[in-house]
């Protein structure tokens, strides 16, 4: 039985002109979605409701490091959140150490050797918290636009 560690795990971010690996990051929460409801009560129900799903909303999710202004991809994150930039983000499970990869302002498609997460998300206004004891650390909200693509290796 196949068992994924979250340590060794890997995040790249796609903002249409460059692929960039996301590197140390400490936190990394997708988000859920969650689903509307469409009511199909008939006016003689007496005590119930009923419903069926309706579509879903994509959750927002966040990603969250302690700031390394040595580190490329840290000062990126910071950047596109300010921007509210539009990304794919990507994370490639344990399984494999394939990487994705991109031709121009295209994301080529994933290797199928890992297993993969993938969803479209802008980043908003990075948030610093400064704790004693701690390190400067920096969360970005990420407000998913799609659902999170889980493919897993064949």
Same mark, same amino acid.
């Not at 990394?28 to 689903?35: E, L, N, Q, T, V």
């Not at 966040?62 to 509210?84: C, M, R, Y």
């Not at 031709?103 to 080529?108: D, F, I, K, Q």
């Given at each position: 039985?196949?068992?994924?560690?979250?340590? &060794? #795990?890997?995040?790249?971010?796609?903002?249409? %002109?460059?692929l960039?690996?996301?590197?140390?990051? =400490? $936190?990394f929460? /997708? &988000? #859920?979605d969650s689903?509307g409801?469409?009511? %199909?009560?008939?006016?003689?129900?007496?005590?119930? =409701? $009923?419903?069926? /799903? &309706?579509?879903?909303?994509?959750g927002d999710?966040?990603?969250?490091?302690?700031?390394?202004?040595?580190?490329?991809?840290?000062?990126?994150?910071?950047?596109?959140?300010?921007?509210?930039?539009?990304?794919?983000?990507?994370?490639?499970?344990?399984?494999?150490?394939?990487?994705?990869?991109?031709?121009?302002?295209?994301?080529?498609?994933l290797?199928?050797?890992?297993?993969?997460w993938?969803f479209e998300?802008?980043?908003?206004?990075?948030?610093?918290?400064?704790?004693?004891?701690?390190l400067?650390?920096?969360t970005?909200?990420?407000?998913?636009?799609?659902a999170?693509?889980?493919?897993?290796?064949?």
């Amino acid at each position: 039985m196949a068992k994924l560690r979250v340590q &060794g #795990s890997r995040w790249w971010a796609f903002d249409g %002109t460059e692929l960039i690996q996301l590197t140390c990051l =400490k $936190t990394f929460d /997708p &988000g #859920s979605d969650s689903a509307g409801k469409i009511e %199909t009560t008939c006016l003689d129900e007496d005590e119930t =409701k $009923t419903y069926i /799903p &309706g579509l879903s909303d994509p959750g927002d999710g966040s990603l969250g490091f302690d700031i390394d202004t040595s580190n490329p991809s840290h000062l990126k994150i910071v950047q596109w959140a300010t921007e509210k930039k539009a990304l794919t983000i990507i994370q490639g499970a344990t399984d494999s150490q394939s990487i994705p990869t991109a031709t121009g302002s295209v994301l080529n498609a994933l290797p199928t050797d890992r297993t993969w997460w993938r969803f479209e998300a802008s980043l908003t206004t990075p948030v610093w918290k400064f704790d004693a004891d701690t390190l400067v650390n920096c969360t970005v909200t990420m407000q998913r636009s799609s659902a999170t693509t889980f493919i897993p290796a064949t």
